[in-house]
């Protein structure tokens, strides 16, 4: 089995900071890309930014130079450091990583979310 757990949420005001981590583990071969996206109450879930394997990254136009999205593929692990966070980036942040398994099947895995609560 494969699992992903996040970590870093919480509370803090407009215009402060938070870095989000997620580390996946289990019987993994290799990740391809690994990202980060978000789910506001009553709105559908969006991606916030994804990183592959080979380092390439992209942004929703939303957070472009306030977030940065960075990975250990050492550790399989996959950070989201926000800064000058906004009340608007209020949601769930879930993680989510393609990752192939010993038995030759590549899935998208996802973790359990974590708050991320910004107030103004």
């Known amino acids: 089995q494969v699992q992903l757990v996040e970590s870093g949420g919480g509370l803090v005001q407009a215009g402060g900071s938070l870095r989000l981590s997620c580390a996946a583990s289990?019987?993994?071969?290799?990740?391809?890309?690994m990202g980060w996206y978000r789910q506001a109450p009553g709105k559908q879930r969006e991606l916030v930014a994804v990183?592959?394997?080979?380092?390439?990254?992209n942004y929703a136009e939303s957070v472009k130079g306030r977030f940065t999205i960075s990975r250990d593929n050492a550790k399989n692990t996959v950070y989201l450091q926000m800064n000058s966070l906004k009340p608007e980036d209020t949601a769930v942040y879930y993680c989510s990583a393609q990752i192939l398994v010993p038995a030759k099947l590549l899935d998208d895995y996802w973790g359990q979310g974590t708050q991320v609560t910004v107030s103004s």
């Open positions: 289990g019987s993994i071969l290799t990740i391809l890309d």
């Open positions: 990183m592959t394997n080979g380092a390439s990254r």
